[in-house]
C-alpha cells in the first residue's frame, strides 16, 4: 500500500486528455511538499516529467501539465499520442516518515 | 554530461548482505547542491526509495527498511554505496542510483543511473 495513491490504469484514444490524480495525506501533499512526476517507458529507466509540481524539465512536451490542490496532485496529458503509454509515478516527501514516497504507479494506455 | 553506473557481485544468497557501488562521472559528487540516492524496483512493482546521502555524509533512509540500510559516500572516488542487510526475496529488485536535486525535502531525481538487477536466491 503506497503512502501516495494513483489509480493503477487509465487510457484513452489518442488525441484525448487524460489525468492520473495523486492523493496524499497532510503529512505529505497537503504540508505544502513539492510533487514531482516521472515517466516510466517500458523496459526503460524513469524519467522526470514534471517536478515542483507544476515545472516541465527542458524537452518535456507542453501536452504535459501538473497541478496541485490541497493534499492531491494530478498530471494531465493533452493531445495523446502512443509514445506517451507508459507507468507514471508521482512523488514527495513525507514528514511523518522523514524521507521519499512514491505514488503506486499509474499505467496508462493509448487505445 | 552526467552519468552514474551501478555496480555489484551479483545474485544474493537469502540473509547475504547486498553491496552496491555508484559511480559518479561528468561531475563532482562533493558538489553541494545534490544529494545522491538508491531507489529501487521490484519486477512488475513499482518505485521505493531506499536512502539518501549528502557530501558529507548525513544520511536518511527508508524506515519501513528496519534499519538494515547503510549508504556511505567517498568523495575521493566520485562514489557513493549501498549496503543492505539480511537480505529477502523481497527484495529482488532492480536497484537504480540517483542524483537528487532541489534539496532532501523539496527535491527530485533529474539523473538515473542504469540500474541493476539484484536477485535474491539460494
Known amino acids: 500500500q503506497s503512502v501516495l495513491t494513483q489509480p493503477p490504469s487509465v487510457s484513452g484514444a489518442p488525441g484525448q486528455r487524460v489525468t492520473i490524480s495523486c492523493t496524499g495525506t497532510?503529512?505529505?501533499?497537503?504540508?505544502?511538499?513539492?510533487v514531482h512526476w516521472y515517466q516510466q517507458l517500458p523496459g526503460t529507466v524513469p524519467k522526470l516529467l514534471i517536478y515542483g509540481s507544476v515545472n516541465r524539465p527542458s524537452g518535456v512536451p507542453e501536452r504535459f501539465s501538473g497541478s496541485k490542490s490541497g493534499t492531491s496532485a494530478s498530471l494531465a496529458i493533452t493531445g495523446l499520442q502512443a509514445e506517451d503509454e507508459a507507468d507514471y509515478y508521482c512523488q514527495a516527501y513525507d514528514n511523518s516518515l522523514s524521507g521519499w514516497v512514491f505514488g503506486g504507479g499509474t499505467k496508462l494506455t493509448v487505445l | 554530461q552526467l552519468q552514474l553506473q551501478e555496480s555489484g557481485p551479483g545474485p544474493v544468497k537469502p540473509s547475504e548482505t547486498l553491496s552496491l557501488i555508484c559511480t559518479v562521472s561528468?561531475?563532482?559528487?562533493?558538489?553541494?547542491?545534490?544529494?545522491w540516492g538508491w531507489i529501487r524496483q521490484a519486477p512488475g512493482k513499482g518505485l521505493e526509495w531506499i536512502g539518501s546521502?549528502?557530501?558529507?555524509?548525513?544520511?536518511h533512509d527508508n524506515p519501513s527498511l528496519k534499519s538494515r540500510v547503510t549508504i556511505s559516500i567517498d568523495t575521493s572516488k566520485n562514489q557513493f554505496s549501498l549496503n543492505l542487510r539480511s537480505m529477502t526475496a523481497a527484495d529482488t529488485a532492480v536497484y537504480y542510483c540517483?542524483?537528487?536535486?532541489?534539496?532532501?525535502?523539496?527535491?527530485?531525481?533529474?539523473?538515473w543511473g542504469q540500474g541493476t538487477l539484484v536477485t535474491v536466491s539460494s
Open positions: 540517483a542524483r537528487l536535486f532541489g534539496g532532501y525535502r523539496y527535491g527530485y531525481v533529474d539523473y
Open positions: 561528468g561531475g563532482s559528487i562533493s558538489s553541494g547542491s545534490y544529494y
Open positions: 497532510s503529512s505529505n501533499i497537503g504540508a505544502g511538499y513539492d
Open positions: 546521502i549528502f557530501f558529507t555524509g548525513s544520511t
